[in-house]
């Protein structure tokens, strides 16, 4: 009754309002003016380990040395997700539906766990790996059908590495794609078709009882990605696609949505995607604003770039964007690193494959 | 035009008024000649509308003499003065709200048999003539602050007057409105019509005029050909010392410190209301001001006002107001105000204060307006309290938080308005034109009042058409054009041009 009440009056989940980009959001065009450092496939999961800068290129996991990837190791699947310990361990997600546990200097596999859509990896100490799950139906490169499908079936997991026990703490989640420890020692999450980040409300960690979640950013234009902490407690939030009004409408007509999901190739469909624009049969949204063939940065568009820097009480204190007329479009991963007393934040664009380094981040 | 050897149009000698023993202009010598524009300056409560509302017949002089055309005169009323072709043109507009604006403008000039058609389109060229774009047929009542101050104008001029007095009457012009008007007062100017001009707005004033005085503490201080006259010596003379840091003073925007945003308050999003408010989307932040700017009817006000639950959005599709993460839709203010949200009105007259009241009792109305309990009482001690601090911490200038708010003047009143507001203990202001018709002094002290408010936490959205203003205090300026936010600055991106571009394109 209430939905069809909202249906008619245009209000509430029909409204179909996407949140406006202003304030700290405002869109600017600070990714397509910073540094390319390099051009590489599906660039993704910036970790620091040892000094060095290790990436992700679809199945190779390698480092970053004179601003080219080097390939440490090839895996049999997509990486999806990257952690590392305080001991230099990493931990890898892969498509396939695995987590594993990689030492980088003996390049060999030490352990490994089975998880049907790996998206975001976190280890909380040398035992203990935090393990966000996307869907159960869909693995990571298939998250456009989890969205399109309105996944709810995401969860997260506690992987002791001690002794090798699984327990899932949460389900029932909108896809988590980032996982990051606060500097208050709280475990936060951004869920991603929900557009919001929660923090995880159990000072245990043990799932013991009821847990819940405590949303503390919502209504976000974007939907969240990965989550990485600064030194000063701030935290990079990547914003892998933007929000957009059509998408949202398409969300609330099911037989259509289904329809669409079952008969038309996957690119093709009117939904999020790290990088559009590049195929003329794409449906109409790009071509409506080109005024004599060039694209306004406004457009109302199916990828975009965009990071968000939160301060420690998670809200945004700026940001970083390519607009619609950008080359910098599906930023999954930021890293901010220290050089010559300068914070220096790496942003990888899988949309777009490129990295980016530019003078921004914590203030110290 | 101007010339010295002429016989002055109007003259006071000696002029004296006080109310009932409280002296409001005291031994002023004033002239004004043939085809001047003669502008007076001064701080709220300097005399400037007490001397020209005894020029135009609203009060008389207790002490001193009235000459017009060298004969003595003592007008009894407005009408006499007006039989001798002196109007006036008032801060606060005397026009009947339930007729229509041709009815107005025709007001006290009809014919006998008057065909409502001929009427229209009489008074639609007449203020075409005027570049008043207000539609003749609206009612007055439908009409906002400015285009009532268009029509006010229009009468006066169309009552063929020879001296005309406006007080402040750019005050809620948009610039391209103020350029037409300064074009009719030249227009003017040269067909030997008499103009005094009080403003508070001082690069006006020395633009256009031929003479100013400015007026202190109801004496004149200083008067001269306006040529000789600059910014530093108005604001000397107005207030006795120099005046830095205030709405007048340059901005330097390099210097500019921005408060940083800290939790998104207030999110709307595709908001609607008919053709004045179309599909818009901001958000405002607490700890900062976020300014507000646009031309008149651009939709600034309404979606103010859709906010703070005075209008209601669109049945159908309306949007979304997200307060705090709750959607609200308020039925009545009443329900905003409970949330935190108070408006601060552009129209302090009509709906700011009630006038026959007290100070004390305004503002503590404004307290009980917040209170949420069904027997909602103020004890006879607490409201002293109230009032007491409220008027000391607003520094409003009467005699007693127990004056009558119709008493005092337009930078007071205003000050009672935000203290009556803010007694509601807000998390959200809305000041809507917040320094409209008050002068530099008060300027000052209401400028500092909202920046400190905002540091405080609370956000602060301040709604103005006086660009300085906006660019002097706001931390972020949001452009309001035909009924949307079309574009976004930071305070230290933005510049006057940019801005006003915005704006009109």
């Not at chain 1, 029909?14 to 406006?20: D, G, K, T």
């Not at chain 1, 909380?124 to 309105?150: C, N, R, T, V, Y």
């Not at chain 2, 005094?196 to 256009?208: K, P, R, S």
């Not at chain 2, 009817?297 to 639950?309: D, Y």
Request: glycine share 8%; charged share 25%.
């Amino acid at each position: 009754m209430k939905s069809m009440y909202y249906r008619i009056l245009g209000r509430g989940d029909a409204a179909m309002h996407v949140p406006v980009m202003d304030g700290p959001l405002k869109p600017n065009n600070r990714l397509d003016v910073a540094e390319r450092v390099t051009e590489v496939p599906e660039l993704d999961n910036l970790v620091s380990c040892e000094g060095k800068l290790w990436a992700t290129s679809e199945t190779q996991l390698g480092v970053l040395s004179n601003d080219r990837l080097e390939t440490v190791h090839t895996f049999s699947s997509t990486i999806t997700c990257l952690a590392v310990s305080e001991t230099s361990r990493l931990a890898i997600g892969l498509d396939e539906g695995r987590v594993v546990i990689f030492d980088p200097s003996s390049k060999e596999v030490l352990d490994e766990q089975v998880v049907a859509s790996p998206t975001a990896l976190l280890f909380w100490d040398e035992d203990d790996l935090f393990i966000a799950s996307g869907s159960k139906e869909h693995s990571p490169s298939e998250w456009q059908a989890d969205l399109m499908s309105e996944g709810r079936s995401g969860s997260l997991t506690r992987w002791s590495l001690k002794d090798g026990s699984a327990h899932t703490l949460l389900s029932g989640l909108a896809y988590p794609t980032g996982l990051v420890r606060d500097k208050t020692d709280r475990l936060v999450f951004s869920e991603a078709w929900k557009h919001r980040l929660c923090v995880f409300a159990d000072p245990t960690l043990d799932g013991i009882g009821r847990p819940g979640i405590e949303p503390v950013l919502t209504r976000l234009p974007g939907y969240p990605g990965a989550l990485s902490l600064n030194p000063d407690g701030s935290i990079w939030m990547a914003v892998f696609a933007p929000r957009n009004q059509l998408v949202e409408f398409v969300l609330t007509e099911r037989e259509y949505c289904t329809k669409m999901m079952r008969q038309v190739d996957r690119s093709l469909w009117i939904a999020p995607t790290l990088r559009g624009g590049r195929n003329y049969h794409e449906p109409m949204q790009w071509g409506a604003v080109k005024q004599l063939g060039v694209l306004k940065p406004w457009a109302p568009v199916l990828s975009y770039g965009l990071a968000v820097r939160l301060n420690a009480e998670f809200q945004p204190i700026e940001s970083l964007h390519s607009r619609a007329d950008g080359s910098v479009h599906g930023v999954t991963s930021l890293l901010e690193t220290r050089e010559n007393d300068r914070a220096t934040t790496y942003a990888a664009a899988k949309g777009d494959g490129v990295l980016v380094r530019m003078d921004a981040g914590s203030q110290l | 035009m101007t010339s010295e050897t002429q016989n002055p149009v109007i003259e006071i000698q000696g002029g004296t008024k006080d109310f009932h023993g409280a002296i409001a202009i005291e031994d002023i010598d004033f002239q004004l000649q043939l085809g001047e524009v003669h502008s007076l300056l001064g701080e709220n409560g300097a005399g400037k509308s007490t001397l020209t509302k005894i020029i135009a017949g609203a009060h008389q002089l207790s002490k001193g003499q009235l000459f017009v055309d060298g004969t003595q005169v003592n007008f009894a009323n407005p009408g006499e003065a007006l039989d001798n072709g002196i109007a006036m043109v008032f801060q606060e507009n005397s026009l009947v709200p339930t007729m229509t604006v041709a009815q107005n403008i025709f007001l006290g000039d009809e014919k006998l048999f008057n065909g409502l058609r001929k009427l229209n389109i009489a008074a639609q060229q007449f203020l075409q003539s005027l570049n008043f774009h207000v539609d003749p047929t609206l009612l007055v009542s439908a009409l906002g602050a400015a285009q009532r101050q268009m029509v006010e104008i229009a009468r006066a001029v169309h009552h063929n007057a020879r001296v005309i007095i406006f007080d402040e009457p750019t005050a809620t012009l948009t610039p391209e409105e103020k350029h037409h008007f300064f074009g009719l007062v030249n227009r003017l100017r040269e067909n030997d019509v008499s103009l005094v001009f009080i403003t508070h707005a001082l690069e006006e004033a020395l633009d256009i005029s031929d003479t100013i005085t400015v007026l202190r503490d109801g004496r004149i201080v200083d008067t001269g050909k306006g040529a000789e006259f600059d910014r530093g010596r108005i604001v000397r003379a107005m207030i006795g010392r120099d005046l830095s840091n205030s709405a007048y003073a340059e901005i330097n925007a390099e210097n500019r410190i921005t408060r940083p945003t800290k939790e998104k308050v207030v999110s709307v999003e595709n908001l609607s209301m008919g053709a004045a408010v179309r599909n818009t989307s901001f958000s405002v932040f607490s700890g900062q001001i976020t300014g507000v700017f646009g031309l008149i009817g651009s939709g600034r006000t309404e979606m103010m006002k859709i906010i703070a639950g005075v209008y209601k959005r669109d049945l159908f599709h309306g949007g979304n107001v997200i307060l705090k993460n709750k959607e609200v839709r308020y039925r009545v203010p009443n329900q905003a105000v409970q949330d935190g949200v108070v408006y601060v009105t552009e129209d302090r007259k009509t709906e700011g204060f009630f006038e026959n009241m007290t100070i004390a009792q305004n503002i503590q109305l404004g307290h009980l307006v917040s209170d949420t309990r069904l027997w909602n009482t103020i004890g006879l001690a607490e409201a002293q309290n109230l009032s007491k601090y409220w008027f000391e911490k607003m520094n409003i200038r009467a005699i007693s938080p127990d004056a009558r708010v119709i008493e005092l003047s337009g930078g007071n009143q205003q000050k009672v308005v935000i203290a009556k507001a803010l007694a509601q203990k807000p998390e959200i202001v809305i000041f809507d034109e917040p320094t409209r018709g008050v002068d530099v002094g008060a300027i000052k002290e209401i400028h500092q009042f909202i920046e400190k408010l905002a540091e405080e936490g609370i956000a602060v959205i301040m709604v103005s058409s006086y660009l300085p203003e906006i660019m002097g205090i706001s931390d972020r300026i949001l452009v309001v054009r035909k009924g949307q936010v079309v574009e976004e600055f930071d305070a230290a991106d933005a510049s006057e041009q940019r801005v006003m571009f915005a704006a009109v394109h």
